[in-house]
Nanobody, 122 residues
Framework: QLQASGGGLVQAGGSLRLSCAAS????????MGWFRQAPGKEREFVAA????????YYADSVKGRFTISRDNAKNTRYLQMNRLKPEDTAVYYC?????????????????WGQGTLVTVSS
């Protein structure tokens, strides 16, 4: 029901835009989040956006470089990633949460996409 795309190989300092398209149901009233998981590490929070798009939250490691957004009319969410660093290399997952607040931990998210690989070379 959620499908992430847009990953790829990019040099350090470059940019990528990830998309998360929904199918089968609308997620316009859901909080949407992005998480990532590097090899051998736990899945970690990257960014989240409220259902209206009025509130956004970022991990300190990506603040000022990444921007999360959503287009409820298209049932799609985005993660614009600029000034990428090798440590941003990971599989990126989009997720949806029916929580009232905006959660930053995986256990509050109900739906998950399959992930898209981002590789940043130095």
């Amino acid at each position: 029901q959620l499908q992430a795309s847009g990953g790829g190989l990019v040099q350090a300092g470059g940019s990528l835009r990830l998309s998360c398209a929904a199918s089968g149901r609308t997620f316009s009233t859901y909080v949407m989040g992005w998480f990532r998981q590097a090899p051998g590490k736990e899945r970690e929070f990257v960014a989240a956006i409220s259902w209206s798009g009025g509130s956004t939250y970022y991990a300190d490691s990506v603040k000022g470089r990444f921007t999360i957004s959503r287009d409820n009319a298209k049932n799609t969410r985005y993660l614009q990633m600029n000034r990428l660093k090798p440590e941003d290399t990971a599989v990126y997952y989009c997720a949806a949460s029916n929580a009232v607040a905006v959660p930053t931990t995986t256990n509050f998210y109900d739906y998950w996409g399959q992930g898209t690989l981002v590789t940043v070379s130095s």
